[in-house]
């Protein structure tokens, strides 16, 4: 009896074993699975990683912490949205998959219309792919907007042969400084004080005898503003002075003030065309005063500078100085009644760091580079401010140099010549008091 009770157990233990074993197999599994379903790993930013190259690889650099490119649109306004879109278009990257990635309608551009805005201005066309309300600006900006993709226009009058080759006291055959002055049609005065004080085209010496060189000085306008009211006719005028002095460039577009910008990128492609040798150009306005020995002088040690750093690096090919007064960290201005004005429903965002007012010098060799990339930045109302953009798009940033006084000297030291020492460009002289300064400055060396 004893041995039947034996075996009873043994068969009922080995009958209920798979059955435990079964059911902390069941435990186990529901356990691993409340467990993986409450887990949250931790968020890891995902970069974009070129294809081809294995993520596991060890030979690859830390990931930066911003993205190379923006992906996404940050600002609704119409600059914005044009340039993200032309952005996207010239990413070479990104060209491969746009059809992919959503995008608000109205920033949609078409490569047809894209090109043809970008080439020259058929503004009918232009105009259809944005709806942006002009109705609420003013008329300026209004006309801008309108006109925003327009940048090939007729050259009315030209000088195919301003920078001819001209043997020269200084040995060169070719301008050692280009001054490109931007300037109105009604604007003689100022023009013919620059042609007689700091804008002299010809030889100039350096100050205290150095090496000085070649300068040619030439004027860019466009047409006179009917919208500012009515102008007498002075095209005759005009040709009289172009006949005499042959340092006119003026091409067929209104010339306002938010139309600068066109006066560079028609300047950039005449360089190019009839004054690739010109080493260094001098952009400025009709009321600024040079003091161009004192420029030579500084352009000169950074050429001499530049052939050094050349026989060192082959690799380098090319002058990339850009100066004038920067300004960092500048925001648009909001206020309809300045000249400045700029709606936030057309730009949004801080400006990037540019040369302002008044004048800037660059190397030859970069104005031909922002002569390209400027096909990659739509036209901004603001001329120096586009110049900063069309830098930026290039991974460069402006020099500042304390010589160049946009905003003038104090008054108290306006009168005093000694105090010019210093000074490569100030802002602002009317005609009068640049030929007044002029004289003044001619023996500073011994004055001070």
């Not at 010239?90 to 080439?119: F, H, V």
Request: one cysteine or more; proline letters at 6%; a positive charge.
């Amino acid at each position: 009896m004893g041995k039947c009770c034996k075996c009873n157990r043994r068969l009922l233990c080995m009958c209920l074993l798979p059955c435990m074993m079964t059911g902390h197999l069941l435990i186990y599994i529901m356990v691993t699975i409340l467990v993986t379903i409450s887990y949250a790993p931790p968020k890891i930013t995902v970069h974009y990683i070129a294809p081809g190259i294995s993520a596991n690889s060890g030979a690859l650099a830390s990931h930066p912490l911003n993205p190379f490119w923006k992906l996404h649109l940050e600002h609704s306004a119409l600059w914005n949205q044009l340039q993200h879109s032309l952005d996207r278009h010239y990413n070479p990257i990104l060209r491969g998959n746009m059809t992919t990635t959503s995008r608000k309608p109205k920033a949609k551009l078409s490569t047809q219309i894209r090109d043809e805005c970008l080439s020259g201005c058929v503004s009918h066309k232009c105009s259809e792919h944005h709806r942006y309300d002009v109705n609420n600006i003013p008329e300026q900006m209004r006309a801008f907007v309108r006109s925003m993709h327009c940048r090939s226009y007729q050259i009315l009058i030209n000088q195919p042969a301003m920078c001819k080759r001209n043997k020269t006291k200084s040995g060169f055959d070719y301008p050692m400084l280009l001054m490109a002055i931007k300037s109105q049609v009604g604007n003689f005065e100022n023009r013919q004080a620059i042609r007689e004080t700091w804008g002299s085209s010809g030889f100039v010496m350096g100050e205290f005898n150095k090496k000085g060189g070649f300068v040619r000085t030439v004027f860019l306008l466009g047409r006179q503003d009917p919208s500012t009211g009515p102008h007498p006719d002075l095209k005759n005028f005009l040709d009289l002075e172009n006949q005499k002095y042959r340092d006119i460039l003026q091409w067929d577009f209104r010339d306002s003030f938010f139309n600068l910008t066109l006066k560079d990128l028609l300047f950039w492609h005449w360089l190019q065309q009839y004054c690739p040798t010109a080493v260094f150009i001098f952009k400025g306005d009709d009321d600024v005063f040079v003091r161009t020995g004192a420029l030579l002088d500084y352009l000169n040690k950074r050429w001499e500078e530049n052939k050094l750093q050349r026989r060192a690096n082959t690799n380098e090919t090319h002058m990339d100085l850009f100066v004038g007064d920067v300004i960092d960290n500048a925001m648009p201005n909001r206020d309809p009644s300045t000249k400045y004005y700029v709606p936030e429903g057309f730009y949004k965002g801080a400006y990037p760091p540019y040369a302002g007012g008044g004048g800037v010098v660059y190397s030859r060799s970069l104005a031909l580079r922002l002569k390209e990339v400027s096909t990659r930045v739509f036209l901004f109302p603001i001329d120096d401010v586009y110049l900063g953009m069309c830098l930026q798009r290039l991974g460069l940033s402006p020099s500042h140099h304390p010589g160049f006084l946009t905003f003038d000297l104090p008054e108290t030291d306006r009168e005093n010549p000694c105090v010019y020492k210093s000074v490569l460009l100030v802002h602002r002289r009317s005609p009068k008091e640049m030929l007044t300064l002029w004289h003044k400055l001619q023996n500073l060396h011994s004055q001070c």
